[in-house]
């Protein structure tokens, strides 16, 4: 009797694991050195796979329930172990118990730069990072590529081991996916749900995972590609720069409440304004009036507005504003003024209501009188 006790306490009769931690992926039931009698139960419970392996083979694989370990039980080991005839003598056999359940909320993420082809910017790097659930759905392939003999293998060891991994298939989908960096902030769910039907088949094929959802929270670019994203979107929003250069110059106009504050504006953006306010040559001359006297109401060399030439000398407005005979017109527009003195049009505007510059309003519109804007000038 002590006898058949002690051969009874050497044979595993039945075989079970109950999972406490929830976040163990796999476990190798401590055998303890001790064989597998024939005929002994495995339990395998709903959530749970069970993966023999003989000699570092893969053995019978078994679903959940309760298996009776006998020859038309396991053919595989039973073709492994050669037993031509049953077997009535005990046996050694690990036994891998693999999690089957949904593991949900698991982040991903790019720890380095991936390159990427954008058909807008070229090439470009980007970072990613989301979540995503999964589950194992073969245990043979994933024992063999994730876990290995791990006696217990953990979802934190899974997660290190599989961001390189994920962050590839993820590189290649999005790669395959062609969606322009541009839209991929605006369509983040699209995009996770454009790139699961590529990045699952891989997980499935390579480490028998099945990836049930993907869902990417942020694409980044590197600082000076968003400065220079921003750059195009400030230029887009100026749109017409000519009507922007015009808007800029009012509001210092505005700021400063007369055309003595925005000087140093106009002085510093005249070269600009000039460029980009001025007309065709030969658009917008005014049309010829009478002659005036020639040296009536010339302009000094500290006269206020008149911008000098090259050799420091300041045009008055006669010789500043010609008409087709070398005459000046008797009645002026403020555009005309504002050519003649080297200023923008809202700088003249500016002047006339000050009270500066005399004008007179006629309709719509404002006049200078060729007299008063000498005598301006002579101030």
């Known amino acids: ?5 002690f051969f009874r306490g050497e044979l595993l009769e039945v075989i079970e694991w109950t999972d406490e931690t929830r976040d163990t992926l796999c476990h190798r039931f401590p055998d303890e050195d001790k064989a597998i009698k024939r005929g002994a139960q495995l339990i395998v419970r709903e959530s749970q796979l069970a993966q023999l392996i003989y000699l570092g083979e893969f053995g019978d694989t078994f679903g959940p329930g309760r298996h ?11 073709k492994l172990r050669s037993w031509k005839y049953g077997f009535e003598s005990p046996f050694k056999v690990d036994v891998y118990f693999v999690t089957a359940r949904l593991f949900t909320g698991n982040r991903w993420g790019t720890s380095n730069p991936i390159m990427m082809r954008d058909d ?16 194992v759905v073969d245990p043979r392939l994933f024992l063999r590529e994730v876990a290995g003999s791990d006696s217990d293998f953990r979802l934190a060891e899974f997660a290190e081991t599989m961001r390189s991994r994920l962050v590839s298939a993820f590189s290649e989908a999005l790669a395959n996916a062609k969606i322009p960096v541009f839209d991929t902030a605006r369509r983040y769910a699209e995009l996770g749900g454009a790139l699961l039907p590529l990045i699952d088949p891989v997980m499935r094929g390579k480490y028998g995972i099945d990836v049930s959802g993907f869902v ?12 220079a994203i921003d750059a195009r979107s400030s230029m887009a929003a100026v749109g017409d720069l000519n009507e922007y250069v015009k808007f800029q110059l009012a509001r210092g106009l505005e700021a400063g409440g007369g055309a003595g504050a925005v000087a140093g504006q106009l002085a510093a953006g005249l070269a600009i304004a000039q460029q980009l306010m001025q007309q065709p040559q030969g658009q917008g001359r005014p049309p010829g009036g009478r002659e005036g006297a020639a040296g009536g109401g010339g302009a000094s060399a ?22 087709a005979r070398g005459a000046i017109p008797e ?7 504002a050519r003649a003195l080297g200023v923008s049009e809202e700088a003249v505007m500016s002047l006339i209501q000050s009270g500066e510059l005399k004008a007179k309003h006629i309709g719509s519109s404002w006049r200078i009188r060729r007299a008063a804007l000498d005598t301006y000038l002579a101030d």
């Open 1 to 5: 009797m002590e006898i058949t006790n």
């Open 68 to 78: 009776a370990l006998t020859t038309e039980n396991i053919p595989i080991l039973t």
């Open 120 to 135: 807008e910017l070229g090439v470009v790097r980007a970072r990613a990072f989301g979540i995503y659930d999964f589950r």
């Open 216 to 227: 990417v929270e942020n694409v980044s670019v590197p600082q000076e590609v968003e400065q």
């Open 302 to 323: 500290g006269a206020r507005g008149a911008v000098p030439d090259a050799r420091g000398a300041v045009p008055d407005a006669r010789s500043a504003m010609p008409d």
């Open 331 to 337: 009645m002026l527009s403020p555009l005309e003024v």
